[in-house]
C-alpha cells in the first residue's frame, strides 16, 4: 500500500508533523525539510514528537469581542502541554460584527473555508477554536465539520455590563433602546455619547442572548464545547480556567478519536434547537445550526421546528426576551441550569467532547441552587419557544418571527404596506417628514437577502418613521428577507424566502397593499387573489447576473443559498441528506 497524506504505507494514521506533508514526490525529504524549518523556531526533538493541538487564533485589532485572545491562547497552550500535547496556534480570518462591509454574513463562508481547508492543510490532530463574535463559531463550526479532525469550541465569553447614571446597560439591545431615544427626541446628543462610552464595558461578545450568546450555548448543548463553558464572562478566572481545561480536553480527544462527525450527529443538532428556543436565542442560530448540520448531511426542518418550538417554553429571562444579561446566566449556574430544566426533552445519550454523554454530564454537574434567571418549566418567562415559523403566499419557504421579544398587541395585524424597495431606498425615505405612514401600516424591505444586499445583513429591524418615534411610537408590524440582530425586538418578520432579489413574493407588494400577519396561525399573507400575485410575478423583470462581479463576490452570488438552506454555498454542504431534524422526542 503506499502512502497517503494521512496513512502510511500500512494503512495506520499519521500523527503530529507527519500529517499532510507537502508534496515533493519524495515523503522522507517533505518531512525532512518541515522539521528542519520547525526547528528554526526553537522546538526541541522531544517537543516535536507529542500530538498536535492546533489554535485557531481569531484574535484581531479589529475584532473587540475577541479583545482576549492572547489571554485564552496562553491558557489554552498551558493546558495542552500539561496532557503532554504540543500547543500551535495558526491564524484565520476574523469577523466582528460592526467591522465588516458590507455586513458579517457575507463573510461567514470565506471564513468557514480558511477555517476547512487550513485545518486540512496543516499537520495537527486535533484543534481548538476560538469563536466569539456572531458569524465565527457557525463559521469554526462548519470548516471543523467538513475538516473532520478533532475539534473543541472554545468561545471569547459575554463582555461585563456597563452603568449609565446609575442605570445597568450592555451592547446590543440597550444600544438599540438609546438610539431609538434619541431618534425620537427623548435623549439628547450629550446623553447618547454619553451612554456609548459605557455600552462595552469590556472586551468580549454582547451582553445579552444575542447572536453570539446562542452560538455559545448552542455549542455547549451540542456536546462540542466543554460542558460549562458558554457563560463565563470574557474577563472572569473562570473563563480563563475553561481555556486551560479546553487544551487538556483536546488532547484526550486525539486518543479517542472525537471527531466533529461523532459528536454533531442528528441528536445533538435537536438538542441545540431544544436549547435555542428554551434560552429565546437569536433568529439567527437557525440560520447558523442550518448551515452547521448541513455540512454533515443534517436537514432541518422549519415546519417540524415550529413544532418543536410549541412546545419548548423560553426558561431564560435575558434581554431582549426578558431583563438580565448573560453575566447573570454564568452566576445562575450557566447553560446547565437551562439543560437540568429541559432533561426530559434532551437526548441525553448524545456524544461530548469529553467522551462522556449529555446525560453523564448533567449528572455530574454541580447542584442546582435558588436563583432568578432561569424559571422553572412550569412557569416560564413565554409558554412557547422564542421563535416561530411562518408560511403563506409571501414566504412559500417560510419567514421567522421571535415572538417572546414581539409586541403582543401586534401578533394578530392587519394593515396597510408601507413599501421600501432596498436598503438605500429605506434610508432616503424612512425619517422624511412627507412619508404616507401610521403606527398601523406594515413596513416592508425588499431586497437584503442572501442575494440582495448581498449578504442578507442584519437590516431586518427597520427603524421607526422618524415622525412616529416622535409620537411616541415604539414598534410596528415589520417584513424583509433580511435578519436582524439577535440583540433585537419587535414585531419583525425576517428571513421571507425565497428572496425578493430572485423573485419572491415579496418582491411583488407594492405601497397600499394589505398585509396580514398571524403569529396564531403562523401565517404571513399579502391579500390578493392568486390570479394577481400570478400576473405580477409574471411581470417581475428576468434576474440578470452582476456583470461586474468578480472574485469572492461573484463566487459569493452564484452559490449562496437561500435562509432555509442556512445561506451556506452550495458546493459546501454534503452531498446529501442523512437525517431531518427534529424528530419527536416526546
Ligand atoms: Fe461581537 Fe456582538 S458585536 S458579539
Redesign the pocket.
Known sequence: MADNANGDANGKAKTGLRKGLTNYGDDGFSLFLRRAFIKGAGYTDDALSRPIVAIANTGSAY???HGNAPQLIEAIKRGVQLAGGLPVEFPTISI???FSHPTSMYLRNLMSMDTEEMIRAQPMDAVVLIG???KTVPAQLMGAASAGVPAIQLVTGAMLTGSHRGERVG??TDCRRFWASFRGDQIDQEEIDAVNTQLVATV???SVM????TMACIAEAMGIMLPGGASPPAVSADRIRIAERTGTQAVAMIGAGLTPARILTPKAVENALRVLLAIGGSTNGIIHLTAIAGRLGIRIDLDLLDRMARETPVLVDLKPSGQHYMEDLHRAGGLVTVMRELKDLLHLDALTVTGRTLGEELDAAPPAFKQEVVRPLAKPVYPQGGIAVLRGNLAPGGAIIKQSAANAQLMEHEGRAVVFEDAEDLASRIDDPALDVTAQDVLVLKRIGPVGAPGMPEAGYIPIPRKLAREGVKDMVRISDGRM?G?AAGTIVLHVTPEAAIGGPLAIVRNGDRIRLSVQTRSIELLLSDDDIAARLAALPPRVADPDARGYRKLFLETIMQADDGCDFDFLRAPKVVATVPGDKR
Open positions: 475584532n473587540p469581542c466582528a460584527e460592526s466569539g463574535c456572531d451592547a446590543c468580549g461578545t454582547c444575542g447572536t453570539a450568546s440582530s440583540t
